[in-house]
């Protein structure tokens, strides 16, 4: 079937399966009513004697087996667990042969989150298998789901409104790209967009303001509600730390089943997703994306509107509505939507208007601080009502530009009310099921969304809440003026600690949270990670599972004294770091991972050393540069030509190159948080306020996970040998470096010179044969 036949087709959707109703309802156990796991038993799996030690390559490890009893134990007796598990531990393992066993045990979901999607996959195609593989019949039958976020998913509705003009009145870009769209229709298992690279993903998701569920004609077949089904019906859900925020403040069982175990991975990563999560903005872009919702003009100029709006006018016009008053009433209400979204938009320039002339260096004053990172300027302020008040401001003044946008908008809402009040007027004659009901749902949420939009620009710009930072977030770097592209701009407020709404989301109505990681401590305890994320109760037990490996022996940690301080002399460092990048990895033969705390750092030590690189056969990878993350990764780990990678924030956690792949790590910088970040300030000052001190208590333990999680790229295996380079001198020079020496598994070693450097280099490595 051609493009052209599969999309002019009313029923182009009626070879996917249909998800079956019913099934097995399941309802959440007391844990008084749970049968309790024998702990040596579940242990066992993992010992010489289990399935795991008849496997080849068995090693077993004391860390992992003390982690799974201990997460046991806290499923027993409804207790919350921290681990800091060490790489090597085999932490996955540890944490999903408990979990699967309770949760087949009990017939009741275990849910597992992660921060990365790339742990998520490794679960799935890797970790899960070998632990049903490893407990075998005692897990026979055992359900597993994945379950991401409803805007990771294909709509069908969506697809089906950008089908329904038909091919013809497509641009020759979408025509041609038809027949991937169509292919990757007709064999994705689940419809997730990760999957699929080509039209906007805005185009094809759904973000639920519209979802109308049961009543949609595209329901049985919705991949969201397919994929929500089978987390239903499963055993383990794989989820992410946002999803897991979102079920939790939507009411519990919205979104993911009805659960009591939950295992946090990569669980120092959740203050800052939480602090995403419960964050609100006011941005134009945002407005603009619920207009469109409703109603868009046609992207072609042979295209036709699409939207929801868009999309009843031409079902009332066709006679898909019974009721013949209805539909002209309909058809007269919507001809005039394009009037009702211009006022609306013009009003809510107007508010930006007066927020971008808070960008006028004239205006900066005791109001506005701003810093350049990494190419966003972040525009820290607090009551943008309160700053203008104190100014001589008249019809201009953002108290009157906020009121017409408020009228504007109870304006539009109102009209989707009556809107939706007439619909069901035949939604009541011709049954739930009907097209009228359908579009009542959809129109209601969508005036929801928009209420709340409302409220949340109205909490950002009063900036009452002494509990959030809000500041004005502009993502171009243009010139400072009263006319700056105010599409560009954001404001936005953001929770300075995330503590409380951690804990009652999740510590206070779960009967067991485990957080798990490689870096939740800060010297030698907890205490800070616990008191960032809320985890200070009596229920709360901690374990430190230690890694098997030997870092004396397979690690080499060096701290250059010469070099410049980046904090105070960037210029000198960026040529000094890169002649000692130049000598150090000829020497490695590449295996390099160059990591840096800045954008701007990293391109210009790149610039320094791109032509050296080249001239010693060296193959530079700049994150940024055009290769994904993934694939600048995945060049590395292949080896096919010796290659240094330089990469920023997201390369610090989460790569896992073993062998002689990776032979070399440097630090570039210690990682303290960059100046400017407007939540981190914010933070820092609440700390001062307090009588604490934001570099100790704060900007200190912060930098040291992020040292910890850099550091730990490097040895992944028992049979991994390299060196780590600290450029930064402060690791060896300030009181406060001994708080980082202290905090990873290997002395560290000052050096003089780059001769002494370079010799014990070379000296490492001749002992284990690794330059051969």
């Given amino acids: 079937m051609s493009p052209a036949a599969f999309i002019d087709d009313p029923r182009w959707y009626a070879f996917l399966p249909e998800t079956r109703e019913g099934g097995k309802k399941r309802h959440l156990p007391t844990h008084e009513d749970c049968a309790r796991l024998d ?45 800091e598990a060490g790489t090597g531990v085999g932490k996955s393992l540890a944490y999903l042969v408990p979990s699967i066993l309770w949760a087949y045990t009990n017939d009741t979901p275990v849910v597992i989150s992660t921060a990365t999607r790339n742990l998520q996959s490794q679960l799935m195609q890797s970790d899960i298998p070998r632990a049903l593989r490893i407990l075998g019949d005692a897990a026979a039958n055992f359900k597993v789901a994945l379950l991401k976020g409803r805007g990771n998913y294909l709509c069908l509705r969506a697809l089906g409104e950008f089908f329904a003009p038909g091919y013809w009145t497509m641009s020759e870009a979408d025509q041609a790209e038809m027949p991937h769209l169509i292919e990757w229709l007709r064999t994705t298992p689940d419809g997730d967009l990760d999957s699929y690279e080509g039209l906007p993903r805005t185009l094809l998701s759904c973000q639920g303001e519209e979802c109308s569920k049961r009543r949609c004609p595209y329901y049985s077949r919705c991949f969201v509600y397919r994929a929500r089904k089978a987390a239903a019906e499963a055993h383990l859900v794989i989820v992410n730390h946002a999803l897991v925020c979102a079920d939790a403040t939507s009411g519990a069982g919205t979104i993911l089943p009805a659960y009591g175990r939950l295992v946090l991975d990569e669980a120092h990563n959740l203050e800052n ?27 072609t100029a042979k295209g036709r509107a699409s939207g929801v709006l868009a999309a009843l006018a031409r079902a009332a016009s066709a006679g898909h509505l019974k009721n013949a008053n209805i539909r002209n009433e309909i058809i007269s209400q919507i001809e005039g939507i394009g009037d009702r979204f211009n006022r609306l938009t013009t009003a809510a320039e107007g508010v930006f208007s007066r927020v971008a002339l808070l960008l006028l260096p004239s205006r900066n004053g005791d109001i506005v601080r701003y810093d350049v990172k990494d190419g966003v300027r972040r525009h820290s302020v607090h009551g943008l009502f309160e700053a203008y008040k104190k100014e001589e401001w008249n019809e201009d003044d953002l108290q009157r530009a906020w009121m017409k946008f408020e009228h504007e908008m109870a304006n539009l809402v109102r009209f989707l009310h009556d809107l939706r009040d007439t619909l069901a007027v035949e939604a009541e004659e011709e049954g739930p099921s009907s097209a009228a009901a359908d579009y009542a749902a959809q129109i209601q949420g ?73 870096t939740l401590r800060v010297g030698t305890d907890f205490r800070y990670m616990a008191k960032r994320l809320g985890a200070m109760d009596d229920r709360f037990q901690t374990l430190v599972a230690q890694s098997p490996f030997n870092y004396l022996t397979q690690s080499l940690v060096l701290a250059p004294d010469w070099l410049p301080d980046p904090s105070s002399n960037l210029a000198s460092c960026v040529k000094e770091l890169a002649a000692l990048l130049n000598e150090l990895c000829a020497r490695t033969k590449g295996r390099s991972l160059v990591l840096f705390t800045s954008y701007e750092m990293m391109n210009a030590v790149a610039e320094a050393c791109r032509n050296d690189f080249g001239t010693v056969g060296l193959e530079l990878l700049v994150q940024g540069e055009g290769l994904s993350r993934e694939a600048m990764t995945r060049r590395l780990k292949e080896g096919a030509a010796p290659c240094v990678l330089f990469g920023a924030q997201s390369f610090w956690e989460g790569v896992d190159v073993a062998g002689e792949a990776l032979a070399c790590v440097v630090i570039a910088r210690l990682p303290f948080a960059q100046v400017g970040d407007p939540v981190i300030e914010a933070r820092s000052e609440k700390i001062t306020r307090e009588g604490g001190s934001a570099f100790r208590d704060y900007a200190l333990p912060e930098a040291v996970i992020k040292f910890r999680q850099g550091f730990g790229r490097l040895i992944r295996t028992k049979r991994d040998r390299g060196i780590v380079v600290v450029t930064d001198p402060r690791l060896v020079t300030k009181n406060y470096g001994a708080i980082f020496r202290k905090s990873i598994p290997a002395p560290v070693h000052a050096v003089a010179d780059v001769d002494d450097l370079l010799g014990r280099v070379q000296s490492f490595f001749e002992q284990g044969e690794s330059l051969s």
């Fill in 39 to 83: 702990v040596e038993s579940a242990a066992a799996h993992l010992r010489a004697g289990g399935t795991l030690g008849a496997m080849a390559g068995y090693e077993e490890r004391p860390g992992q087996i003390a982690m799974l009893e201990a997460i046991a134990r806290a499923f027993n007796g409804r207790e919350h667990l921290m681990i």
């Fill in 273 to 299: 997703i939480a602090t995403d999560y419960l964050s609100c903005e006011f941005s134009l872009i945002e407005l603009a994306r619920l207009l469109n919702r409703l109603h868009r003009r046609p992207r």
């Fill in 446 to 518: 969508l005036a929801d969304s928009l209420v709340s939009f409302t409220n949340a620009a109205l909490f950002v710009l009063k900036g009452e809440k002494n509990t959030h930072a809000y500041w004005v977030e502009r993502l171009h770097l243009e010139k400072h003026r009263v006319n700056v592209r105010r599409m560009s701009l954001r404001l936005v407020a953001a929770p300075l600690s995330v503590a409380n709404d951690l804990r009652q989301m999740l510590y206070e109505v779960k009967d067991s949270v485990i957080l798990s990681s490689a």
